[in-house]
């Protein structure tokens, strides 16, 4: 079955560690995305990469780094220039094209303490 | 900016009745808009999509559109207690860029 595959389902860190998230899609999309959600609240946009190589910084990218090296991964690494890392992280794909919905995957919650 | 509001709730209805959710924007120039669905503790699953003006139906669900207000809504008829969650508007901008609200969270009631 097609779908996304984040990894792992939690994480606990040590502050100042940098930590890096997983997510992997059988879906042949081109585009993928990360957002945070904290308790409460919506979705927002960390990065996105419409194609291999190639990544654009969403609202709250500071202290975060991703890398889209195979279209199938798109990384996402909390380093410890992040505050507030403590969040529930969602990777999700899509189509390109305006119009396109997003598919998520099951998430990642990363407490640091 | 690209803003996408939406009241945070809870919103309270009866098992049977309409519940009605709403969300506006604040980019003209969006083309694209979708309605998602977010159990607690899970990840968001779509549940519609609207890209022009008017009602899109599908089963309980109807979505609506009026990009002149710059206002989209989700009705859900006939509301069902695994109906509570929390939604969420998104609207999709150029590029692939797509934001979210901050999602209404619904509970029926039996």
């Known amino acids: 079955d097609g779908g996304i595959t984040q990894s792992p389902k939690y994480l606990f860190r040590k502050e100042g560690q940098n930590v890096t998230l997983s997510c992997e899609q059988n879906l042949n999309h081109d585009a993928m995305y990360w957002y945070r959600q904290d308790p409460g609240q919506g979705l927002r946009l960390i990065y996105y990469s419409q194609i291999v190589n190639d990544f654009q910084k969403g609202d709250i990218a500071e202290g975060y780094s991703v890398s889209r090296e195979k279209k199938e991964s798109f990384p996402l690494t909390v380093t410890s220039a992040q505050k507030n890392p403590t969040a529930f992280y969602l990777c999700a794909s899509s189509k390109t094209g305006v119009g396109s919905p997003l598919h998520f995957g099951n998430g990642t919650r990363l407490t640091v303490t | 900016q690209k803003e996408v509001e939406q009241n945070s709730g809870p919103l309270s209805v009866p098992e049977g009745a309409i519940a009605s959710l709403n969300c506006t924007y604040s980019d003209r120039v969006s083309q694209s808009f979708f309605w998602y669905r977010q159990y607690s503790g899970k990840s968001p699953e779509l549940i519609m999509s609207i890209y022009s003006n008017g009602d899109k139906e599908d089963g309980r669900f109807t979505a609506q559109l009026n990009k002149a207000s710059q206002y989209v809504s989700l009705l859900i008829r006939d509301s069902q207690p695994s109906d509570s969650a929390t939604y969420l508007c998104?609207?999709?901008?150029?590029?692939?860029?797509?934001?979210f609200g901050a999602g209404t969270r619904l509970t029926v009631k039996p």
């Open positions: 998104a609207v999709a901008y150029n590029n692939n860029d797509m934001r």
